[in-house]
């Protein structure tokens, strides 16, 4: 059984002094940052954003759950982006997107997470995973997203960490996108759930 949660979240200030003042097309609509105890194949979202790996071919955790549930569709497509545009595999911090096969979603979005630890502070570029997403999402004129904690497992980024990263890009992209009214944490087990709860309060 799912267990949802919702943050709010202040996404600038809103004129409320003005009686006359609507909101426009600008203005952020995205109100809350959803934090859900599931299974990111599960969702009934625009596009569900895959921790894949440079690859792009296929992986454990949330990536093999998204291609056994979603079906070789989904691995089809990957395989064209490699025989293209991303002959090099997809970069650290990059997304695209694919078909979602038979999951519920529309699309899944593809993205790679940063490995821990690396010599350098690599936190922009899980930042980036998230802001990218979003920007392919936007472009999918996607109204829902769903995530799931990238990089905080076989990448071993910590929870504690990648929850504060993930939460605050988040929340500044989404004053950039209109469109985007639900964005959702998927998180799999109860630990990273409480962490997640914490960094958002
Ligand atoms: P990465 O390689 O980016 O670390 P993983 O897929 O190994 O990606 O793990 C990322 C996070 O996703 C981990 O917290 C893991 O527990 C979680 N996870 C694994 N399977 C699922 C799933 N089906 N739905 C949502 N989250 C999942």
Redesign the pocket.
Known sequence: ELEIHLIPVVLGARDFDRPSSRPDRTMPNVDLIELVL?????QDVDVIV????SSLLG????????HRKGGPEILAECRKLRAGHYGGGLKTGQAVATTAGRLRARWVVHT??P?WPSTEDRSHLLADCYRNSMHVAAGLEARSIAF??????????P?ES?AEIALTAITQTTKEMPGIVVVRM????QR?YDVFQSAAR
């Open positions: 599931g299974d990111i194949t599960e895959n921790a894949a790996n992986g454990g955790g949330v990536d093999g759950a998204i790679v997470g490995v799931p904690a990238i990089s905080t497992g076989v990448y071993r980024w929870v990648a998927v998180l799999f087990d990273t």
